[in-house]
């Protein structure tokens, strides 16, 4: 069981994802934007961060590089559905700037159940292959 935090601005979506999520026995933890997320991570350690790019506040791109600075080895999932060329554009520099796996909205809670188990069960990167201070 891995302690998930969910964000997303749109409260159906992260309803269905927390279902999902809880359906295969993780704890989630919820926020509506990368501001709230921040938050989150300030009070509470969580395994992974599933996290939606369109978004008020700190989008899914900005939080994804204060994640990658501020927590190196925390693993991230970045959906969008934010327009078929768009999402793709989305998607992809995500997966440059280090999101451990995308997906594209809409997905099947089995697409999700089975990229979260592959980024929890992924090699972790050493705490010592980071750089100084990283935690």
Known sequence: ???????????????????SLLRAGHEVLEAGDGFEAAGVLAKAEVDLVVSDIIMPEVDGIGLLLKLRKQFPLLRVIVISG?????????LRMAQTLGADQVLAKP???????KAVQA??????ADADDTAPGAS
Do not use: Y
């Open 1 to 19: 069981m891995a302690r998930i935090l969910v964000v997303d601005d749109d409260t159906m979506v992260r309803m269905t994802i927390r279902a």
């Open 82 to 90: 934010g327009g078929r060329a768009q999402n793709v554009d989305f």
């Open 107 to 113: 997905f099947t809670p089995e697409q999700l159940q």
């Open 119 to 124: 980024v929890l069960d992924a090699p972790r």
